[in-house]
């Protein structure tokens, strides 16, 4: 299992298509590993991968979502919760 706890994100950075990279461990503290989003995509079609918030300790599961231009992109299932979406996370440069 991967969580995610921090994103990258393109200009303007206001929608999950917007991230580029993020950074992942194995556990909730672990070191960080920074991947690009189509890593990602290839992860989260074979295993579970989490939005995880150090802040908040909240979580959600990461899913695969295609734009209305056909590229793929990553985002979490809903859940009424923005605390752990992906767009909530810590950014990082």
């Known amino acids: ?5 921090q994103v990258r994100v393109a200009s303007p950075g206001t929608t999950n298509q917007h991230i580029t990279h993020v950074k ?4 909730k503290t672990g070191p ?5 989003r189509d890593a990602v ?4 079609d074979h295993g579970e991968v989490y939005a995880y918030n150090n802040v908040n300790g909240t979580q ?3 899913t695969s979502r295609e734009g209305d231009s056909g590229r793929r992109y990553i ?6 919760r923005e ?3 992906l ?3 810590p950014r990082f440069v």
Do not use: E, P, Q, W
């Not at 299992?1 to 706890?5: D, E, N, Q, V």
């Not at 995509?41 to 989260?44: D, G, I, K, P, R």
């Not at 985002?75 to 009424?80: E, L, S």
């Open 83 to 85: 605390t752990n979406n």
């Open 24 to 27: 992942y461990s194995g556990t």
């Open 1 to 5: 299992m991967l969580y995610i706890r």
């Open 60 to 62: 959600a599961r990461v």
């Open 32 to 36: 960080l590993t920074t991947v690009s």
């Open 87 to 89: 767009l909530k996370l």
């Open 41 to 44: 995509l290839s992860v989260v």
């Open 75 to 80: 985002t979490t299932i809903a859940d009424r």
